[in-house]
Nanobody
Framework: VQLQASGGGLVQAGGSLRLACAAS????????MGWFRQAPGKEREFVAA????????RYADSVKGRFTISRDNAKNTVFLQMNSLKPEDTAVYYC??????????????????WGQGTQVTVSS
């Protein structure tokens, strides 16, 4: 599975961005997907995850109610809609795919495939 993230940019606090992650590979629609982020000097952290059927989602407490993860298996794409952005949301955002035998996870090491990251900068 190869993943390509896009949609990052510079936005003012309170604004919105929509990230997209395009996947190649036949098993995308069978894999749970996640978004993580890494701010300068900090460890990579979980943001959101979605099951392959889109029937369950999970969010970090810091983004709950502001971010929404979704996917379109027909287009091999997963999205992260980010609203009410805050300066503390500034980070490089990565999409990732779990191993086929792994359930919906918030754990970084459960994800076997990673995109290259897209920068999100929120100005105050």
């Amino acid at each position: 599975v190869q993943l390509q993230a896009s949609g990052g940019g510079l936005v003012q606090a309170g604004g919105s961005l929509r990230l997209a992650c395009a996947a190649s590979g036949r098993t995308f629609s069978s894999r749970h997907m996640g978004w993580f982020r890494q701010a300068p000097g900090k460890e990579r952290e979980f943001v959101a995850a979605i099951t392959w059927e889109s029937d369950y989602t999970r969010y970090a407490d810091s983004v709950k109610g502001r971010f929404t993860i979704s996917r379109d298996n027909a287009k091999n794409t997963v999205f992260l809609q980010m609203n009410s952005l805050k300066p503390e949301d500034t980070a490089v955002y990565y999409c990732a795919a779990v191993r086929l035998t792994t359930g919906l996870s918030v754990v970084l090491t459960d994800y076997a495939y990673w995109g290259q990251g897209t920068q999100v900068t929120v100005s105050s």
